[in-house]
């Protein structure tokens, strides 16, 4: 009976995925059968107002991805940027180096910022972080927009923090010592330790305590929402205003909706496109562990 349960729950979770795959698919195609597949995948404009009834007067659309798939990364490129190095050394800093007393009361605190809401956040990139870069940019003879990607990047950078230290921290603890003592017992200092032995070694966890992060980023909402706004422009500006594939969804479905409308299944088509993204990265990160992985007796 326990082995049935514990089947029964496993399967659970294998078909709600299935579940969820498949109600994708199904709206995307038919979305697709009213867009086609290059105009989506290869379309530089975004702008989905369309005629929701037959009598009423409605643009026709544009339903190109390449603007909402640029503002994801540039806003998750940003974030990173500020999360991987503050995140990493805070890691090796409690892991190698904090004394016991400072390690206990540092990483709660640094973990504190895991638990939150991403609302909070999003009111403190808008009500704090985005005015500072304005009127930092306009001192400097920058123009900047009172949404910009960079004060949404820099928020969810900080937000990823806890994420990365927490993870790292965990993996490289889990080294050996046998490893450290070997090394000092061929005269290696502290740092070289630490950059030559420890840190190889915990490589593979450090890769997928920053895939974790990547993928954070890319789902979040509301930080983007509030700090960097709704406008779907093709930018690498980091000044300027843009959105997210998942505001888009989050826009698209909310309100009352036609769901025989290309723009309510647009969010279908950004969805499994995301689904698809966020594989191929998965994939991606497991080949580069796979590279770097060592195995220590």
């Given at each position: 009976m326990i082995q049935g349960v514990l089947i029964a729950s496993s399967l659970v979770a294998i078909l709600t995925t299935i579940g969820i795959v498949a109600s994708l698919v199904f709206e995307a195609a038919r979305f697709f059968g009213k867009i086609p597949v290059i105009d989506f995948l290869f379309g530089l404009e975004?702008?989905?107002?369309?005629?929701?009834?037959?009598?009423?007067?409605?643009?026709?659309?544009?339903?190109?991805?390449?603007?909402?798939?640029?503002?994801?990364?540039?806003?998750?490129?940003?974030?990173?940027?500020?999360?991987?190095?503050?995140?990493?050394?805070?890691?090796?800093?409690?892991?190698?180096?904090?004394?016991?007393?400072?390690?206990?009361?540092?990483?709660?605190?640094?973990?504190?910022?895991?638990g939150i809401p991403t609302v909070v956040y999003g009111f403190f990139a808008a009500l704090v972080v985005?005015?500072?870069?304005?009127?930092?940019?306009?001192?400097?003879?920058?123009?900047?927009?009172?949404?910009?990607?960079?004060?949404?990047?820099?928020?969810?950078?900080?937000?990823?923090?806890?994420?990365?230290?927490?993870?790292?921290?965990?993996?490289?603890n889990a080294v050996p010592q046998a490893l450290r003592d070997a090394s000092f017992g061929m005269g290696a200092t502290h740092a070289e330790t630490v950059t030559k032995v420890v840190l190889p070694a915990a490589t593979p966890g450090i890769m997928g305590s920053l895939l974790l992060a990547i993928s954070r980023a890319i789902g979040e909402t509301m930080i983007v929402v509030m700090a960097a706004g709704l406008a779907a422009n093709l930018t690498l500006n980091p000044f300027e205003a843009v959105?997210?594939?998942?505001?888009?969804?989050?826009?698209?479905?909310?309100?009352?909706?036609?769901?025989?409308?290309?723009?309510?299944?647009?969010?279908?088509?950004?969805?499994?496109f995301l689904l698809v993204l966020t594989l191929g990265l998965n994939i991606i990160a497991l080949r580069i562990v796979d590279r770097y992985k060592r195995k220590y007796a």
């Open positions: 975004w702008s989905p107002q369309t005629a929701i009834r037959a009598d009423q007067v409605g643009a026709s659309g544009k339903f190109g991805v390449i603007p909402l798939l640029s503002g994801t990364l540039l806003i998750s490129f940003i974030a990173m940027l500020v999360a991987t190095p503050l995140g990493l050394f805070s890691a090796v800093y409690l892991a190698e180096f904090a004394r016991p007393k400072t390690r206990d009361w540092v990483k709660p605190i640094l973990e504190l910022l895991a985005a005015p500072i870069i304005r009127a930092t940019g306009s001192g400097a003879g920058f123009e900047i927009s009172s949404e910009s990607a960079l004060a949404a990047g820099l928020v969810m950078g900080m937000m990823l923090i806890p994420f990365i230290s927490s993870l790292s921290d965990d993996v490289i959105t997210t594939m998942t505001v888009q969804i989050v826009t698209l479905l909310t309100g009352d909706q036609e769901f025989d409308s290309a723009k309510t299944l647009a969010a279908f088509a950004i969805a499994l």
